[in-house]
């Protein structure tokens, strides 16, 4: 595959007003996608553009309009909106496609641009590797006559279909009546829509990480700092505390006492759960290299299997495409559920937590748990340049690590596809072995990086 320029692994991301995270980058995007997703027929092309809660999406989102508009492409906008609910939009308004202007769980000094097709799905490699040729050509004669430019709208609506949409998915004949939850939305893009869609189904809710001011997204808050989370769930004596991040796509959650409960277990739960209900597809799960052996023995305790991919949602759920599976994700929290989404979306997962919760009266915390994780170790080795990897030396100690582990647990050795780190990761039942393999790789690998 081709070097890419702009798209990492998860549309294009960086600093805000430093390239590639610049206005005139944006601009060229729009006209790019714009012509690339424009089909040779009269009738008025559209795309969606939704956004998380960043100072500088002021000056991304007015760039993107400018691109798309000059080549001919309605616009529609949401304002402040989740990564899932600007892929449904697309979708139900039968858009070309969907943007969002997110940089996830990052600080507010970073944004990125997340592209979606007409199907509601993150573009293919292939797409974006051909806006990226149409980047760099000169955009010039792309641009239409001045009575065909593109007009612009606003949807003021855009907040309440999400919540429709998210309260659909909750079992019928089930509520959250009686509930006390804590939700933060990180002063992300969710933060009026979370706790409204909790509310109209029942709960009493507290909310905390919802008042954005364009630099506090993902501040001490959301699904990466979960102690605020953790502190409301105890001083308010909530029966649940949930985390998602500045575009709401992933989640965190904690019991009632205050305990994290991560992706690969919440996967365990919702899988163990639509298995007896004879709804899971697929025969199990996809999940990438870095979920929990214990998640894996756990499946196979019950006839399910663990389909393992790369690190990156966009190939977990490719894979599910591919082999009709329902239930997918990270363990980082980003999860899955293709029967309600074409992408993860943390409300969307949490309100299975709480449709399990309700449906079996039981308490998180006895649910918390659903497998004993394997002792896992992870350390990043920082590289100035050159292939670490393949050295000979890294290769031998590599080797014989695998022999010591001898079956009983697993390595991902694997280069970070956003900064210069070598990423060593190892797990096992022997926890001192585990840490001394880890603690051996990364001295072979620092020594051959020197």
């Excluded at 549309?11 to 690339?36: F, Q, W, Y």
């Excluded at 806006?131 to 007009?151: K, S, T, V, Y």
């Excluded at 292939?387 to 014989?400: N, T």
């Amino acid at each position: 595959m081709s070097k890419r320029a702009y798209f990492g692994t998860d549309g294009i991301r960086g600093e805000a007003n430093r390239h590639p995270m610049t206005a005139e980058v944006a601009l060229r995007v729009g006209m790019a996608a714009g012509k690339l997703f424009m089909s040779k027929d009269d009738r008025r092309h559209l795309v969606v553009i939704g956004k998380d809660t960043r100072l500088s999406g002021y000056m991304i989102e007015p760039a993107l309009v400018a691109g798309f508009t000059s080549v001919g492409m309605d616009v529609r906008l949401f304002g402040p909106l989740p990564t899932p609910g600007v892929a449904m939009m697309t979708r139900s308004l039968r858009a070309d496609l969907g943007v969002m202007i997110s940089a996830s769980h990052n600080a507010f000094s970073d944004n990125g641009i997340k592209l979606f097709g007409p199907d509601g799905y993150k573009l293919s490699d292939e797409q974006e590797l051909e806006i990226e040729a149409r980047m760099d050509e000169g955009l010039q004669q792309n641009l239409c006559p001045p009575d065909a430019l593109g007009r612009v709208q606003r949807i003021d609506d855009s907040q309440a279909r999400y919540i429709e949409i998210a309260k659909a998915t909750f079992p019928r004949g089930l509520n959250l009546a009686g509930m006390r939850i804590v939700i933060d939305c990180a002063n992300g893009a969710a933060y009026k829509v979370a706790p409204a869609a909790l509310y109209e189904l029942g709960a009493e809710v507290i909310p905390v990480g919802v008042s954005p001011n364009g630099f506090n997204i993902n501040q001490e808050c959301g699904s990466t700092s979960p102690a605020a989370m953790q502190k409301a769930v105890k001083e308010y004596r909530a029966d649940i505390g949930i985390a998602l991040d500045g575009d709401a796509d992933r989640l965190v959650i904690c019991d009632e006492k205050g305990q994290v409960v991560d992706g690969d277990q919440i996967m365990a739960l919702i899988a163990g759960e639509w298995a007896a209900r004879q709804i899971l597809r697929g025969g199990g799960v996809v999940a990438t290299v870095m979920s929990n052996l214990g998640l894996e023995r756990f499946l196979g305790a019950r006839g399910l299997k663990l389909e393992r991919t790369q690190v990156g949602d966009r190939y977990v759920m490719a894979r599910m495409r591919q082999g009709d599976f329902n239930v997918g994700g990270e363990q980082s929290g980003h999860l899955i559920l293709s029967d309600f989404s074409t992408t993860g979306d943390g409300l969307l997962a949490a309100l299975q937590v709480l449709a399990v919760l309700k449906a079996g009266k039981k308490r998180m915390s006895e649910l918390a748990r659903q497998f004993d994780p394997v002792p896992q170790k992870l350390e990043n080795v920082r590289f100035a340049g050159g292939k670490p990897l393949e050295d000979a030396a890294v290769k031998q100690v590599v080797a014989e690590a695998e022999q010591r582990l001898n079956g009983s647990g697993r390595l991902v050795i694997r280069p970070s596809g956003t900064e210069p780190l070598i990423r060593i990761m190892a797990e096992g039942d022997d926890e001192k072995l585990v840490s001394q393999l880890v603690k051996e790789i990364a001295g072979a690998v620092k020594r051959a990086a020197a």
